[in-house]
Each structure stands twice: as C-alpha cells, then as structure tokens.
C-alpha cells in the first residue's frame, strides 16, 4: 500500500456522515455521568433526559434526511450512505425511544440499577444504525457482535430473577454460536476472493461489492457456496428463522418486556437489513440463495404459527408468532432477487410490525407483575372492562400483526405478497397463506380471553383463586405514544399515500 | 502489496494452505458438536471460542497466502469481540450459579412450554 493510497484512506474518514450514531453515543455516556453527578431524589430525571436527547437525535436525522453525502461511501468504504440508510436509521431511534419509554415502566417494577438499561440500549442502537449502512465484512462483524452482546446483558437484566438469567444464558450461546458460523462464512469469502490467482480476483475481499464481482466471475466454487450457506446461517440465527429459532420462545419469555419487544422488532430489522444487503452480493449465486432460503421461509412460516397454537404464555405466544413474521419477510427478501420494489414492500412490513408490535408489548408491560416471564392469558380475563383504553391499544395491535384489514399490518403483508407473486413463488405463496389463516385463531384467541368472559371449572374447596397481577396506571406520555401506535395502525392501513410510494421506490 | 517469498519457503516446510483450512475445519467442527452435545455451562463455552480460534486459523492462512495483510487486522477485532462476549458470558453464568447452584444444562430448564 503506496502513501498517497493511506492518504485517500484518511482523507475519506468523514465524520460528520455518522453525526446520529456520534450522538447517541455520547447521550449514552453522559447518562452514566449525570448518575453520579445527580443526587440521589433526582434520577427519577434521567430517563426523561435520555428519551428527549433521543427525540433531539431523531429529530435532526429528520431535519437533515437527504446530506449531500447520499449516494457515496465514507470511512474507506466500510460505509455506504443511502437513503434506506436513513429511513433504517430514524426506525431504530424510533425503536430505542419507545423501548426506553416502556424501560420506564418496566423498571419501576423491579428493584434494579436504572440507567444502565437507557445506556445500553442506546448503544444497541447506534450499532443497529452502522449495521444497517454497512458496506464491508468487518464492520458487519464488529457491529453485529455490538449489538449481540448488548443484547446479553439486556435479555438478563432482571439479574434477581433466574428466569431472565437462564433466557440470558440461552440466548448468549445460540447467538455466540450464530456468530461463529456467520464469522467462518465471512471468512471463507474473504479468503477465495482474495486469492491473487484467482479469476476476478479483488483487492478489497472484506468489501461487498469486492466479493460480488469475486462470486460472479466464478460461478460454482464450492469454498464460496460453502462461505454463502454458513452465512446466510449465521443470518438466520438473528432473524429467527427455522431450523435456527430454536432459542425466540425461551428468550422471549425470560427477558424483560421491553427488552422482549426491542428484539422482537429491531433486532429483526437489523437481521433483515443485513439479509437484503447480503443477498445482492451474493446474487450471482441466485440458485443457492433461493433454495436455502425458500426452505427456510416455507418451514418458518409453518413452524411459527402451529407452535404459537398452543401457547398460554403470552410472551411466548408473541416470540412463535414472531418466526412466522420472519417467514412472511424472508418470502419479501427472495423476491428482491427478481422485483425491484420487493425491498420497499419489506421495509414497509416491518414498519407496520413496529406499529403493531410496540402497541401490544405497551399494553403486555403495563399488565405484567413483578414476575415478568410470567404474563398468562388468563391475565387478562374482564381486561376490556377495567382498562378499556389499554384494551383498545391490544385490539388494533393484534388485529394489525392478524393482518385484518384496514389494518396496517394488513397493506404490510398484501405488498409483500403481492411482490412475491410478481416473483412467481405460487408454492410459498399458498403456505403463507395458510399460516395467515392460521395466526388468526391465537391473534384472536388473545382477543376473545381480553372482551370476553369465559367459563372456568369452579376451584375445589379451600383453592385460593389464581392472583391476577394488578395492572400499573398509564402514565400520560405513554397513553399519548400508545395512543398515537394504534392510531398510525388505523392510519397508514386506510391510506399510505407518499410514504410508502416513497419506500416502494428505493 | 508485492508477493510474498513464499517460494522460498516452501522448500523448507511445505504446509499448504488447505492444510491450515483441513485444521480450521476439524477445529471449528469440534467447537461445533461440542456446543451442541456437551452438559457443562462452561465447556460449552469453552467450545464457543475454539470455534473464534478456528476462524483465526483460517483467517491468518488465507491472509498470508493471499498475500493481504486486513485479514491480520480481522484478527484483532475478533480477540476484542471475543474478550467482551467472555466478559458478559462470565457474568451471567456467575450470576445464575449463585441463584441456583448449577451449571449443568439439563437443570436449567424452567423457561419451557
């Protein structure tokens, strides 16, 4: 490497094109700081600090949606600035306010440290919007461990309570696993694309574009095919797809509610944005791609919705049915190979997941006890009529991720659908079909134990009843964003107008 | 970046790269059934970071045989990424040792349908 080459390395190291993830991360660091400086009686303040610097963030991103730097890449190519990009980038600020929201209510439950939570989840976050923009192998490995090992600590944050320690020990081995097969893929790839004696060989392998051009100048190299399957794994792991979902009921079960729903949604985000990314780099390996994941997504779909039957857990119920949303996704992500706007029809999916998803998990932590794995559905028997607001939230909220029209998540899955029918993929198609027929029963069932009064077999003599955590009171900011979740669901399902015309075309 | 003298070398001792991938491959696949089939918290951790070995292994043959030196570098990330995840991994098994007294997988069962 000459010296004028280090030269244009430093000179492309602009960093005004990360100011949002900069940002955050100083947020992040300034909250440990105002914890010591505070007194005691007003840390009750931080939290309201890190959810308005988060709004000042996302805010600015807003303010400064298109900069001049679209379209190129900084940081010697690690990353690529588009404007999926910064629509990725406002969804998970987004995703970190409501957490640290619902953070608020979730922690006033339990006797824990407070502010680590804010700390780590904005930290979480930064690395999701990196991730999301990443054009090279190495940042796509650094900050997807970022993220990962974020999320240990998150998943066992209620460090009093083994149920949350044992879905944090779960999740830390199933994710350090995926991360070891999704490191040995990069690895191979890495390895045959810089290969000097090798046809369209790359002197830039760890880049995306590099190994393109490496995979499409050697169709059929076995080390390569053996690198795309292991990443694409490795992949799977982090969106939950079947055979690697083995760990979403457990976990979700045993994290706090918060962290449950940050998973839920962001983390598979981020899981989809590196999909998409890697499946136009490994595009001229198509066969391989869509075979691997159509297996996947055929299975997932299935597996989703028929264990989510019979679950009474509700937080369980939400983690199975969740697979099955990645199954619809991975339906969008084989789609892209062929129709342009399969991608905009995803992005826009998981925005009504987003709604739907917080609008649910708001509603699950204010009717959780102190016992958060435990949240039944008998827990929410005479639901509709004590708290007939939080009842209306869970009702749109479901009906959406159901996909009942005029629902948001309805629109979600008819362009998803509708992508991949452009696709030509009948068979997939027809299953996911089936699974929607069949979510409807547990997304309903949820419904029924909340509206309706059911019949129980009367207790035997002396049996005390089943206690029935008391529900906390809805403070108002939380009202108002629930409020606005079910809203947007009811909204953007009757009419999406430039906003997803907008996604449509990226 | 010029080639490297491997010519030279390879009188000496010839160990080809696929020997380094056969090792990695062997190293990664015991990482691999061991996560899957061992009982104890901590050899399956143990297991979990011969798999980050194997893929340093590799990861340093294909550098120096292709002749590129970021391949090294990666190397750095991954003892950094593999010092944090130990760090946090220690932690939770620490903890939940203390609330129940083992670390066998098969007794750490309660989150189950």
């Known amino acids: 490497m000459t010296i004028e080459q280090l030269q244009a390395a430093a000179a492309s190291n602009t960093w005004s094109t990360i100011a949002p993830e900069i940002g955050l991360g ?24 890190a959810i308005i610097g988060q709004l000042g963030i996302l805010l600015g991103l807003l303010i400064n949606f298109s900069p001049a730097y679209l379209g190129s890449t900084s940081f010697n190519s690690l990353l690529q600035h588009s404007e999926t990009g910064q629509y990725l980038r406002a969804f998970f600020l987004v995703c970190s306010i409501l957490v640290s929201l619902l953070g608020v209510v979730a922690l006033a439950k339990q ?9 780590i989840v904005m930290v979480v976050t930064g690395a999701m919007m990196l991730l999301a923009q990443s054009a090279n192998f190495l940042l796509l490995f650094v900050a997807l461990e970022t993220v990962t090992v974020g999320f240990y600590i998150l998943v066992s944050y209620t460090r009093t309570n083994p149920l949350s320690l044992e879905a944090g020990l779960k999740y830390l081995v199933t994710g350090a696993l995926s991360s070891a097969l999704l490191l040995f893929g990069i690895v191979l790839l890495y390895g045959v694309a810089g290969n000097p004696a090798a046809l369209g060989s790359t002197d830039n392998p760890m880049g995306y574009f590099g190994v393109r051009q490496f995979l499409a100048a050697n169709p059929g190299d076995f080390l390569a095919s053996v ?11 982090k969106i939950g797809a079947v055979p690697f979902q083995i760990w979403i009921p457990d976990v979700y079960q045993g994290a706090p509610t918060p962290v449950t729903a940050f998973l839920a949604v962001a983390s598979k985000t981020a899981g989809f944005a590196v999909l998409l990314g890697l499946v136009y780099v490994f595009q001229p390996y198509e066969t391989l791609v869509v075979t691997t994941l159509s297996i996947m997504a055929g299975a997932t779909i299935l597996f989703g919705n028929l264990a989510a039957l019979t679950q009474h857990n509700v937080k369980r119920l939400l983690g199975l049915s969740g697979v099955s949303h990645a199954g619809y996704l991975l339906l969008g992500v084989i789609a892209t190979l062929s129709v342009p706007d399969a991608a905009g029809a995803v992005w826009f999916y998981l925005f009504a997941y987003l709604l739907a998803s917080f609008a649910v998990f ?6 959780a006890g102190p016992n958060d794995a435990e949240q039944d559905l008998d827990h929410y028997a005479d639901f509709a009529k004590k708290r007939p607001y939080l009842a209306g939230v869970l009702a749109i909220g479901l009906g959406s991720l159901a996909g009942i029209p005029p629902l948001a998540g309805f629109m979600g899955k008819l362009l998803v659908f509708m992508a991949a029918f452009k696709a030509g993929l009948y068979p997939l198609l027809a299953i996911a079909v089936v699974g929607v027929v069949i979510s409807i029963y547990y997304y309903f069932g949820w419904m029924k134990a909340a509206y309706f009064s059911t019949w129980r077999p009367p207790l035997p003599e002396g049996e005390p009843e089943p206690a029935v955590p008391a529900s906390t009171p809805v403070s108002f900011p939380m009202g108002l964003a629930l409020g606005a979740l ?3 669901s009811v909204v ?14 990226r | 970046m010029s080639a490297l003298p491997l010519a030279a070398l390879e009188g000496a001792f010839a160990v080809s790269l ?8 062997v190293l990664f696949a015991i990482g691999f059934f061991g996560v899957l089939l061992r009982k104890n918290t901590l050899v399956i951790y143990m297991c979990l970071e011969l798999m980050l070995v194997a893929c340093t292994v590799a990861l340093v043959a294909f550098s120096r045989y292709n002749g590129v030196l970021d391949g090294n570098v990666f190397v750095f990330f991954i003892l950094t990424v593999a010092a944090a995840e130990v760090a946090v991994g220690l932690a939770i098994i620490v903890a939940l040792f203390r609330r129940r007294q083992t670390v066998q997988v098969e007794e750490l069962n309660v989150l189950k349908n």
């Open chain 1, 362 to 367: 708001g509603v699950m932590t204010h009717v």
């Open chain 1, 486 to 488: 079910a809203a947007a």
């Open chain 1, 111 to 119: 006797r824990m440290p407070r502010i680590e939570f804010f700390h």
């Open chain 2, 18 to 25: 696929n020997a380094y991938l056969y090792l990695a491959a």
């Open chain 1, 227 to 237: 690198g795309i399957v292991l990443t694409l794994a490795g992949v799977a792991f």
């Open chain 1, 492 to 505: 953007f399902g009757l009419y999406q107008g430039p906003f997803a015309a907008w996604l449509l075309s």
């Open chain 1, 26 to 49: 100083v947020l992040a660091l300034l909250l440990l700081v105002l914890e010591i400086v505070f007194p005691k009686k007003k840390h009750a303040l931080i939290p309201t600090i």
